[in-house]
């Protein structure tokens, strides 16, 4: 099969040449609208070109191009049954791919049938919703701002000064991010202990890969390229079983790596849209190798999950045209050495992140399978704190913060924030523009104080009260912060590096306080009634996973725990192993049955407040009695065993 020659389109310059370049290239037959709702669920379909060329004045004036039902996405709260009606309309100012199906010839030319992707805004009632709206928006509301305080104070920013008679003109806020995901043979299935195994003797981190999946991870970089993505890397991450190549009992390859992919950074509505496009495309190339991908967060319990950190930087562009790195601090010499990591606005935009983090954090994890990924012990952040290294010339890689600071040596612009608690599935539109938002705040509330005083704020101990930064808090840590907190238990009991969500109800209390959410709704396109219908998503998602998962997976633990040695068992009969077996059952039932009874009624924000912690407080039990109850039965076991073979060595 003959290989394409067009893999996107820039819409931004010239209408008449989209026409041109599609009318040359015959295999490109339909075109398809890709939306973003609360949940990040791209649309998908598939419309003849013809539409589009019959459309084109449409496309050129911001007409809507398609209809949808709104109420089948999740635009939950605004788009209903009864008002459904949601817009398409094409965003001109991003590149438009053409999606590829090789497995189809075209009949003109025999390249495979292509499908022009085309990113749209949905607009219900002449009001604009959706996640990729939400973050254009933010990033419009985040550059006025930043551009009025930095022309009237530039001292905020200290390269300005040197720069008398200039002033900034446009912020550029950049994103780049590093996608993890597992791949695997079909049908195989994990074994927990292997990968345990494999991961803590750090057998396959930057490991060489083999067959099906060298073969599919390099036609994937390689396919990314012609897409001007500019991959930068593909290597395999920590999970994994070693052996790869070991056949199974049908006679097919046993896979199952964890692999990372990285590509170049770029603007951030563009780079939000390239993660959508780049799962779709990592998905289908391994596919044609005949493996499966798996972008969830943690689908192999108690083993690494995949994560997909988000690196942020801060552009200023001058109305001179000279381009400066907003994030970074005045320069050192051989004479005077650097003594700042950031700039005032960079330490502004720091604490406001930590500060409101948990602001951020229900758009990164709002789902349960997501927040399993967020525990001790997998490179996963749990608590809100960052660290920035010993000093400027020395910057941190420490790995088990929540907000990296990068630089590279003698490279300002290099300097970044990398947000490392999304996963695959986070919604990164949404994500970047609450994160935006946080930074917003710290900026208005911390840039125009001097760098000495800022950088003291942002390490300071617990207890030690500041302009900004909470009071009880600490939010800088150059050490592992699970071994601190081993040590110190009173750091995590006090909550002062934050304490982790157990479930979506505690991540979501938040944005159902109006006072903790004006953080977002004062500096972004964030309006009450789009975080009412985020939240009310997010609560019917849960009900439905506790529901149709959590409740009948550990009903099936508790009845198949059942007593070995003894088919009717008596106080005077059972053993004490077995006791404590049935105590723990008798628990879970309890639990179970309440939480049934509370989730028939849905939750909603109006109720939310009322069920929710009851909720969650027999959520946690019932996860915390089934670790319980299986470590118990397993001991159990093992008893009943040495009973049963008494000579056995």
């Known amino acids: 099969m003959p290989e394409p020659s067009l893999y996107y389109i820039d819409p931004s310059k010239d209408l008449s040449g989209v026409i041109n370049a599609l009318r040359l290239h015959p295999e490109v037959c339909f075109y398809s609208l890709i939306g973003v709702d609360f949940a990040g669920h791209a649309t998908d379909e598939r419309v003849p070109i013809q539409q589009f060329f019959d459309s084109i004045s449409d496309i050129a004036s911001g007409k809507s191009l398609l209809q949808t039902d709104g109420s ?13 009606k949601v817009d398409m309309i094409a965003d001109l100012s991003v590149r438009w791919y053409i999606d590829y199906n090789w497995d189809l010839p075209c009949p003109a030319n025999g390249i495979p049938v292509g499908t022009l992707w085309i990113p749209v805004f949905l607009e219900h009632n002449q009001r604009l919703v959706g996640a990729r709206s939400i973050l254009d928006q933010s990033i419009r509301c985040f550059n006025r701002a930043v551009v009025d305080l930095v022309n009237e104070h530039p001292e905020c920013v200290p390269v300005l000064q040197e720069r008398p008679g200039d002033a900034l003109d446009d912020v550029v806020v950049n994103l780049g991010t590093e996608l993890e995901f597992w791949v695997q043979t079909p049908q195989v299935r994990p074994e927990v202990e292997t990968l345990q195994a494999t991961q803590q003797l750090q057998e396959n981190y930057w490991g060489q890969t083999r067959g099906a999946v060298r073969t599919a991870m390099e036609r994937l970089l390689l396919l990314m390229d012609k897409y001007g993505l500019r991959p930068e890397m593909g290597h395999k991450e920590v999970g994994g079983i070693k052996s790869t190549m070991k056949r199974d009992l049908h006679g097919g390859l046993r896979i199952m790596e964890q692999l990372e992919i990285d590509w170049r950074f770029t603007t951030a509505l563009q780079s939000a849209d390239n993660d959508v496009f780049v799962r779709l495309l990592t998905r289908e190339t391994f596919r044609r190798c005949g493996l499966e991908v798996s972008f ?38 051989d004479a005077s050495p650097q003594t700042h990591f950031l700039s005032p606005l960079g330490y502004g935009a720091l604490m406001g992140l930590l500060r409101h983090y948990e602001k951020v954090a229900p758009f990164v994890a709002p789902t349960l399978g997501s927040l399993k990924r967020l525990q001790p012990g997998f490179e996963a952040p749990v608590n809100i704190v960052t660290s920035l290294g010993t000093s400027p010339a020395a910057p941190s890689r420490n790995r088990t913060v929540l907000v990296g600071y990068v630089a590279e040596a003698d490279k300002p612009m290099s300097i970044r924030l990398e947000l490392r608690s999304p996963s695959p599935y986070s919604n990164t539109y949404l994500l970047l523009a609450a994160s935006l938002a946080t930074m917003l705040d710290g900026i208005r509330g911390c840039a125009l104080r001097p760098a000495d005083e800022l950088l003291a704020e942002v390490s300071k101990k617990p207890g030690e009260r500041t302009p900004y930064l909470e009071t009880h808090r600490a939010y800088r840590c150059e050490v592992d912060v699970y071994d601190l907190l081993k040590e110190d238990p009173a750091l995590g009991e006090n909550g002062a590096y934050g304490t982790p969500p157990n479930n979506v109800w505690e991540q979501m209390m938040t944005l159902l306080d109006g006072e903790q959410a004006r953080a977002l709704v004062d500096n972004s396109a964030f309006a009450p009634d789009i975080l009412d219908g985020f939240v009310s998503w997010a609560l019917l998602r849960w009900r439905l996973e506790l529901i149709n998962r959590i409740v009948p997976k550990h009903t099936r633990l508790m009845r198949a725990c059942r007593c070995l040695n003894d088919p009717l068992p008596t106080k005077e009969t059972c053993t004490p192993e077995w006791r404590y077996v049935s105590e723990l059952r008798c628990e879970m039932a309890h639990h179970l049955h309440a939480l049934d009874a509370l989730l028939r009624p849905e939750l909603t924000i109006k109720n939310a407040r009322r069920l929710g912690p009851e909720v969650s407080r027999h959520q946690i039990s019932i996860e915390r009695t089934g670790e319980e109850l299986r470590a118990a039965y397993s001991l159990y076991q093992r008893e009943v065993e040495d009973l049963s073979f008494p000579g056995r060595i």
């Open 296 to 333: 969830r967060a943690k689908p192999i319990p108690h083993v690494a999950g995949s994560g997909k950190h988000c690196h942020i930087g801060l552009i200023a562009r001058l109305r001179s045209g000279t381009v400066l790195n907003l994030l970074a601090p005045i320069p050192g010499t």
């Open 72 to 84: 089948s996405v999740v635009l939950t709260g605004l788009a209903t049954l009864c008002d459904g």
